[in-house]
């Protein structure tokens, strides 16, 4: 097919900005904000300029309700391409019978995963929310907890890592119809094979929110839940640093079951662009480039870990295996909250979280970002340093905003051309 059209002129900031200064003055001044400042929200990361090209193309004017072959609408022959590319790259990189692509958000891919094993009104056991559950693991104010029964299992209050005599026990006391593994702050791996097993003797499905470390299973730095758990529920968007999204992994078995809990019965019209940008996103996630990345945010990780444990703050299971961290800074005399407010006038930018402790607030930290960026183990060893230097010290904070401009001039995320 001859290709007549190009992107350039039409599409770009510069247009927006004669046609709509109001709204391209927020996007560059975001773009100025994310990289000025330390992002070391866990779920968070850079996509690439190439991502960010496919988000905003023209797919994102089609309707394509339906799978790749089998549309209510017209006119998808070249997007249906794009969603059997995403498709098969996905079970290329993650090794699985099937992918479904269509998932909006985690939250949504957790839905799908739901409604394609349960009823409303079946016990589901997962990781408690104050232990490090997602909302979408039984919170009362979520779909989750006001549709099924959720049982939470916790992390050891002295060693911070999953009690899984405890999951079993649970198990056996409540039968439920699926466990749920994963969570939004547990830094360690996931023993897979341990849920399984547990599963296997109470008759229940495995299904593994996966969101977080996904990208670092792409990656070859994390274990991959995909020969273990019936459906692998995850996101596009956090160390797999591809387009906000979801996505669901699972055996052949399940796989119309999956599709059909997506759309039609969670989900209408799939977003065609953002499909085309996980396509991207899978296929950069394939490269040597990218295993490079992911062993290196686990490597930032550790240093990180070691580094603020040095200055004196508390750091959940003493370590890291993955991405994140989480710590109590409650040593240097900040309670979390408190602390958050002191590293964003520094210009660090993270979430509190719960800890392993009832009622501590803490700090998740990730490196996801900054390794994007190109940071490596001499500069996350010093973001330590500046990190417990603006917490001991609130005067100290303009210094340290001045060097974190400094660090985050050195390593821009999107270098101008
Ligand atoms: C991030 C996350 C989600 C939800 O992702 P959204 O895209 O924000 O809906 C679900 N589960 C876990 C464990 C997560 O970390």
Not at 18 to 41: M, N, V
Not at 235 to 255: D, F, I, Q, W, Y
Not at 314 to 328: I, Q, S
Request: glycine letters at 12%; charged letters at 20%.
């Amino acid at each position: 097919m001859p290709v007549t059209h190009t992107l350039e002129g039409p599409l770009s900031v510069d247009v927006l900005g004669r046609q709509d200064p109001e709204l391209a003055e927020i996007l560059l001044g975001e773009l100025e904000r994310q990289s000025t400042t330390l992002q070391l929200i866990a779920a968070e990361n850079f996509t690439s300029p190439v991502v960010l090209a496919a988000l905003g193309s023209p797919l994102a004017n089609k309707y394509a309700e339906g799978y790749p072959g089998a549309r209510h609408h017209g006119g998808c022959e070249i997007v249906d391409v794009a969603e059997r590319i995403a498709v098969e790259r996905a079970k290329a990189l993650f090794g699985a019978d099937h992918a479904n692509v269509q998932s909006h958000s985690g939250s949504s891919a957790v839905l799908a995963a739901y409604a394609a094993l349960l009823r409303p009104g079946d016990t589901v056991l997962a990781m408690g929310l104050p232990h490090g559950g997602h909302l979408t693991h039984g919170s009362p104010a979520n779909f989750s907890g006001r549709w099924f029964d959720f049982v939470g299992y916790g992390v050891d209050p002295e060693s911070g890592l999953i009690d899984h005599e405890q999951v079993r026990s649970l198990a056996r006391t409540h039968r439920p119809k699926a466990i749920v593994c994963g969570s939004i702050s547990y830094p360690r791996h996931i023993d897979y094979a341990a849920f399984r097993e547990v599963a296997d003797e109470v008759g229940a499905y495995l299904i593994a929110d996966a969101a977080h470390p996904i990208g670092l299973v792409a990656g070859g730095a994390a274990p991959s839940p995909v020969p273990y758990a019936d459906v692998v529920c995850a996101t596009t968007h956090k160390v797999l640093r591809g387009p906000r999204g979801g996505m669901l992994l699972c055996g052949s078995e399940l796989a119309e079951r999956v599709d059909r809990a997506v759309f039609p019965f969670t989900q209408g019209g799939a977003q065609m662009h953002t499909i085309a940008a996980k396509a991207v996103a899978f296929g950069e996630a394939a490269t040597p480039a990218f295993t490079a990345y992911a062993h290196q945010v686990v490597a930032n990780a550790r240093v990180l870990a070691q580094g603020l444990a040095a200055e004196g703050l508390a750091v959940t299971t003493g370590g890291t295996d993955t991405h994140l961290l989480t710590v109590d800074p409650a040593p240097l005399g900040v309670d979390g909250r408190t602390a958050r407010g002191r590293l964003a006038a520094a210009g660090m930018v993270l979430d509190t979280c719960a800890l392993p402790h009832p009622d501590v607030r803490g700090l998740r930290l990730g490196t996801a970002a900054l390794t994007t960026q190109g940071m490596g183990e001499a500069e996350t060893a010093r973001i330590a340093v500046l990190f417990a230097t603006a917490l001991r010290d609130e005067s100290a904070g303009r210094g340290v905003r001045e060097e974190v401009r400094d660090l985050t001039g050195r390593f821009p995320p999107y270098p101008a051309h």
